[in-house]
């Protein structure tokens, strides 16, 4: 084929040959075989390194994958406000709520890693977190020197004392991270400069035993791959992760193994093509477009309409992730908000902005005019309901009068005639009721007379025993039962009415047009002055750069992974649009995994537990510093290596 596709067969792989090219063995200093390194380690660490949070686990030995539970942490280390401490990754979660007064340091910017030691710092941290010691290979101590002496010595009792702790919490099993191989999922296109800097990260400040790397969308696309194949009962490798929407994968194998995967995270999106697990790379695209953007673009809007938010980026993000939605009809929708009343468009909200005492996380409630419109609408709807109802009740009493007329004529006249007989009895009556009045009068004018005389009494006796009633006051114990539930229900309606003002009272962003026009970015780069298409032409894009035989497979196989892929209405914006640019005789499909921010991850699992994955894809510390002193690069290094085996 003309298309180059980073595949390997599944035969066995020559190991690289040394820089002479005569032998096909790498020697160390002491003059011993590679092979003796291509024995299996106990455990593989999985991390998917991203800009936002680092998604990470460990998978233990002879498990197929079960049991192994994604975790993940800030990808960043932190400073509170005059201090010294150094918070990292999950740390900074666990002690402050208040995120926004923190000094933080990212250590990827661009979706590359650009600072080394904060990059180190989080590694280390989720190396600490899955019972994994640390073994630096340098002389002066490089990772425990940059730790500090106090981590360092935190990590040398927890050494010493192995068997204590893993008595203590029988779930966490102690490995050294020497006896442990490093899977690391990166992006594409990763700098020479920065993959060799990784390498003296993982090799002699951590001290693993292995580093395998992969590419993050090559990894869901195996998942995507043994998804169709364990439906269909055509894989023999059966996966230990069950996906929720399984119903969705009978179509999924289509016996072609192509899969285009759209991975839109937090610093990029990548369109990358793949063909059995493998990337072609003459088709890959990049958009710099993600949820950094997205959060700086919603920080700006609400900062010119209504309140500084500069300096919240955090508030502002879970601000995005609750609020933010794809529409379908953005022209429709503005159109709308410009003869739409603010408050009471359908898709206005007002985010709680947190108080950090009662709440660390903000909440989304209906604007106070939307709400009434809507109870008004409810109490219109329940209203017709019951005129409905009762206008069927009284055609059903209808329809029985008609059947009983007959029987009802007879019964008006025997009334009628009744009536007459009464008419003469009532004069008589009359008189007697006149009597009866009279005397009536006269009677209660005398208990008027009495009752009088007894209130002037009842006076002077409780004005002598006012003292007395007022030493009671409150804390009398002849206070009834009614009378105490009834005090009892005035304060909580006193309690529930102070809540209810004081949610009223409560800080809140209104959030508008912002809530679609914001991910709109996404497929309008050119709102925000960039001269790019969106999502929709780099995956058009990237497809017409294949070869002709796999176009009509990669249409039909679409997979949606990384964070703004959860934007409600994402998937069902990128196929509409889809449809629209691809040829009319090219089936389009496109898959959303229940959870895209862990669907490469659990991929990496899988990938780790076939065979020959780290004699094949990954390298050892000797052998790799045998290829540095060789004077290798990175390509030569990891050129063979990154490839993924064929399915």
Not at 119 to 142: S, Y
Not at 388 to 398: F, L, M, P, S, W
Not at 504 to 510: G, Y
Request: proline content about 4%; hydrophobic content about 30%; overall charge neutral.
């Amino acid at each position: 084929m003309g298309s180059e596709t980073a595949v390997a067969t599944p035969t066995k792989r020559n190991p690289p040959s040394t820089g002479t090219g005569k032998s096909a063995t790498v020697t160390s200093k002491s003059g011993r075989d590679d092979t003796a390194n291509d024995k299996p380690l106990p455990a593989c660490i999985v991390v998917d390194n991203g800009g936002w949070t680092v998604k990470y686990g460990l998978v233990p030995p002879h498990n197929n994958g079960r049991g192994s539970q994604m975790s993940t942490m800030y990808n960043a280390t932190a400073r509170p406000p005059h201090q010294l401490t150094v918070l990292t990754g999950d740390e900074i979660t666990k002690r402050m709520k208040n995120l926004g007064q923190l000094t933080w340091n990212n250590s990827m910017e661009r979706g590359m890693i650009c600072d080394g030691e904060t990059q180190l710092r989080v590694w280390a941290r989720t190396l600490e977190v899955l019972g994994v010691v640390p073994t630096p290979q340098i002389k002066e101590g490089g990772f425990l020197k940059l730790q500090g002496p106090s981590a360092a010595k935190r990590r040398g009792s927890a050494a010493s004392t192995d068997d204590a702790n893993t008595s203590g919490n029988a779930s966490i099993q102690k490995y050294s991270s020497s006896n442990c191989t490093f899977l690391l999922l990166e992006p594409p296109h990763v700098p020479s400069v920065i993959s060799e800097g990784v390498d003296c990260i993982l090799f002699r400040e951590l001290g693993v035993g292995r580093v395998a790397r992969v590419l993050g969308p090559c990894m869901a696309a195996m998942k995507y791959l043994s998804l169709g194949k364990r439906n269909t009962g055509s894989g023999s490798n059966s996966s230990s992760f069950d996906d929720a929407s399984n119903s969705k994968c009978e179509w999924l194998n289509d016996d072609t193994s192509c899969c285009c995967v759209i991975d839109s995270g937090y610093s990029f999106t990548h369109v990358v093509p793949t063909h059995r697990g493998g990337a072609m790379t003459k088709a890959i695209r990049r958009l710099d477009i993600g949820g950094k953007v997205l959060t700086n673009l919603l920080k700006e809007a609400v900062t010119y309409r209504q309140w500084n938010m500069m300096d919240e980026y955090h508030i502002v993000n879970d601000a995005k992730e609750q609020l933010s939605f794809v529409s379908d009809k953005f022209d429709s929708e503005m159109k709308q908000a410009h003869v739409t009343r603010k408050g009471l468009r359908w898709f206005d909200r007002e985010y709680l902005l947190p108080d950090f005492v009662s709440s660390s996380r903000g909440s989304v409630r209906l604007p106070a005019p939307l709400q009434r419109k809507r109870e008004m609408e409810e109490m219109e709807k329940t209203r017709l309901e019951l005129e409905r109802k009762d206008k069927e009740a009284e055609e059903g009493n209808v329809s029985d009068n008609d059947n009983d007329g007959n029987d009802q004529q007879i019964e008006d006249e025997a009334a009628d005639a009744d009536v007459e007989m009464e008419v003469d009895d009532t004069s008589a009556d009359k008189k007697k009721k006149a009597d009866s009045k009279r005397q009536k009068k006269e009677k209660g004018k005398k208990k008027t007379k009495k009752r009088s005389k007894k209130r002037k009494h009842n006076s002077e006796q409780n004005d002598d025993n006012d003292e007395v009633d007022m030493s009671d006051g409150e804390d009398s114990d002849e206070e009834s039962d009614e009378q105490r539930l009834k005090r009892l229900k005035a304060m909580r309606d006193e309690e529930r009415k102070r809540r209810e003002r004081e949610e009223r009272e409560r800080q809140a962003l209104a959030m508008s047009v912002e809530r679609f026009a914001i991910p709109e970015v996404l497929f309008r780069p050119s709102d925000i002055g960039m001269n790019c298409g969106g999502i929709v032409e780099a995956i058009v894009e990237s497809i017409n750069a294949c070869d002709d035989i796999y176009r009509a497979a990669m249409y039909n196989n679409v997979l949606l992974v990384g964070g703004n892929a959860t934007i409600p209405g994402f998937k069902e914006r990128v196929e509409s649009e889809l449809r629209k640019l691809a040829p009319t005789n090219y089936p389009v499909r496109v898959y959303l995994p229940n959870d895209p921010v862990s669907f490469a991850w659990e991929g990496a699992v899988q990938f780790s537990q076939q065979d020959g994955f780290q004699r094949q894809c990954s390298i050892d510390r000797v052998s790799w510093e045998a290829m540095k002193k060789a004077g290798k690069n990175q390509s030569e290094i990891w050129g063979d290596r990154m490839n993924i085996p064929g399915m």
